[in-house]
């Protein structure tokens, strides 16, 4: 396990802060890591950024665990790091055109996604939804990588009014897109991933689920009817193979297996 110093810690809203870590991650664009938070939990991450020295994740302050990082954790104070983990996003050979589509805190795997394309000379489109204006994450960091970004809110504070694949139809209709790349709420991805097949766009999706082991032994994260462990067959899926499965964007397991809708 390691244990990377944090050298910076933003707070790009309340309940959601950047903390940057000291460390040559190497992760390719959708891995997550396992954050440990001693005496508390250990959860998995998703990375937002990286470079050859440093890598950043954006957490939300939303369980036990991640509520003692918000509190406790300063900088330079050290988090223990397992990883990276898990199946990324593939940038396709060929393509010319991407829209990565991030709702809520689902956004910050696809800045590394964008990241990683503008290096191949891949054109982007960022689309990045959010309950008000006040709630977007990194929208000026995509634009700094030259990102075209589009946003939409739920309450109209700030671009369209309503919801971000409200955006990405009227993207496919605009544009010549090759692949979308989508993480947020499941409702979301699979209005995304319905959407691509439909007009026949390459499609990858990032799933959220509980994990322990993170990867591929413990099962806890396994996909009903499937055996798909998320942590190792996933995090990232095909958008039609998840259409296929009885859980996507229905219910999901809790800690203890409980079915949550």
């Not at 060929?94 to 956004?107: A, H, M, R, W």
Request: aromatic share 6%.
């Amino acid at each position: 396990m390691l244990s990377p110093k944090i050298i910076d810690i933003k707070e790009d809203y309340p309940g959601f802060k950047t903390y940057t870590l000291r460390h040559s991650l190497r992760a390719k664009p959708g891995q997550f890591v396992m954050v440990w938070m001693p005496g508390v939990d250990e959860v998995p991450m998703s990375i937002g950024w990286q470079t050859d020295t440093e890598f950043k994740m954006g957490i939300a302050n939303a369980g036990d665990c991640t509520k003692a990082i918000h509190e406790k954790i300063k900088v330079g104070d050290r988090l223990g790091i397992r990883g990276p983990f898990g199946k990324g996003f593939k940038l396709r050979e060929g393509d010319k055109k991407i829209v990565v589509i991030g709702g809520g805190y689902g956004t910050p795997p696809l800045l590394n996604l964008a990241q990683e394309a503008v290096k191949k000379g891949i054109e982007v489109l960022a689309i990045i939804g959010a309950r008000t204006a006040d709630m977007l994450i990194y929208e000026e960091e995509f634009k700094k990588l030259g990102c075209e970004v589009m946003v939409s809110t739920d309450d109209g504070s700030k671009g369209c009014n309503g919801f971000c694949t409200n955006v990405m139809e009227e993207a496919l209709k605009n544009h010549k897109v090759d692949s979308v790349y989508t993480c947020g709420p499941e409702v979301m991805m699979v209005k995304v991933a319905e959407m691509a097949k439909d007009n026949d766009v390459n499609c990858e999706v990032s799933l959220e689920r509980y994990m322990k082991c993170g990867f591929g032994i413990c099962g806890q994260c396994c996909m009903d009817d499937t055996g798909i462990r998320v942590c190792k067959d996933g995090p990232v899926l095909d958008g039609v193979e998840a259409l296929r499965l009885p859980e996507f964007g229905k219910y999901h397991r809790s800690s203890s297996g409980v079915r949550v809708e």
